[in-house]
């Protein structure tokens, strides 16, 4: 693959799209690599960190420190007097550092939200411009979902 361009197994790198998934192993010290492609799609500074958002099982969102500030204030500011508010912004928000390589270095914890553990591997999806991480299992258990988002679309293709 030439760097920059999206890889050859893609059937739309040749449209402007503002989407992109691929699952992606772990390499060493537990990072995810950024493809090209990815780069291209969202703002992330390098190096930098970026902020998860676990609420949601199998799933994380990534968004930056800007756009977390708001919530990191107010949860600091409830925290200060409520232990269990900490415990809860703990156990929801994860920090992610960025390498100056574009490698997004996973925690245990967030390692453990994704089930990447075990099988380390994580789904990288990008949509509007949002970076999100997924479980492989939580993806392929939505996949049916997608696919009838498109099954009028393909009605015509060959070979069904």
Same mark, same amino acid.
Do not use: Y
């Given at each position: *693959?030439?760097a920059?361009?999206?890889p050859?197994?893609?059937?739309?790198?040749?449209h402007?799209l503002r989407a992109?998934?691929e699952?992606?192993?772990?390499?060493?010290?537990?990072r995810v690599? $950024?493809?090209?492609?990815v780069?291209? $799609?969202v703002d992330?500074?390098?190096?930098?960190?970026?902020?998860?958002? *676990?609420s949601?099982p199998?799933? #994380?969102?990534?968004?930056?420190?800007?756009?977390?500030?708001e919530?990191?204030?107010?949860l600091? #500011?409830a925290?200060r007097?409520?232990?269990?508010?900490a415990?809860a912004a703990? &156990?929801r928000f994860? #920090?992610?550092?960025?390498?100056?390589?574009y490698?997004?270095?996973?925690s245990?914890?967030l390692?453990?939200h994704? &089930?990447?553990?075990q099988?380390?591997?994580v789904?990288?999806?990008v949509?509007?411009k949002r970076?999100?991480?997924?479980?492989e299992a939580?993806?392929?258990s939505g996949? #049916?979902?997608?696919?009838s988002l498109?099954?009028s679309?393909?009605q015509?293709v060959p070979?069904?």
């Open positions: *693959m030439t920059g361009r999206p050859a197994w893609n059937p739309f790198r040749a402007d992109w998934t699952p992606v192993i772990l390499a060493t010290k537990d690599s $950024l493809p090209v492609a780069r291209n $799609l992330v500074q390098c190096p930098g960190r970026l902020i998860a958002d *676990m949601k199998g799933v #994380a969102h990534l968004v930056t420190e800007a756009e977390f500030a919530t990191h204030d107010t600091a #500011a925290a007097e409520n232990a269990s508010v415990l703990l &156990d994860q #920090a992610v550092p960025v390498t100056a390589e490698r997004l270095v996973l245990v914890a390692r453990s994704l &089930d990447a553990i099988v380390p591997i789904r990288l999806v949509e509007d970076l999100v991480l997924w479980s939580a993806w392929q996949r #049916a979902d997608r696919l498109i099954n679309f393909t015509s070979g069904q």
